[in-house]
């Protein structure tokens, strides 16, 4: 059996290493990562979105998280789904991005 809240957290970890390569804050802190659901088999959902609908490298973001992901012990399989629903905006943003980007 899988202990979920440690592989989150380990999720969560992976995630703080992922960034929008024009926005320097990593996509966690970003607010951009929605949901992320464990099943007891290692499959994981992740729904998140972007900072903008038409994101040039949100192909490359998304294989990022899915790379990072799928290494992590006990991952079986990895669903990356985007949405725009709720529309991101800066208000999503932790207080440490918030900070790092001085909107402080």
Known sequence: MIDQDKLKQQIIEELRTV???EIPVNIYELGLVYEIKI?????????MTLTAPGCP?????L???????KKIEGVTLVLVMLTFDPPWDKEMMSEEAKLELGFL
């Open 63 to 69: 294989a990022d998280i899915e790379n990072k992901i």
């Open 39 to 47: 099943r007891d088999d290692g499959y994981v959902n992740i729904i």
């Open 57 to 61: 490298v949100a192909g490359e973001i």
């Open 19 to 21: 960034f929008d390569p």
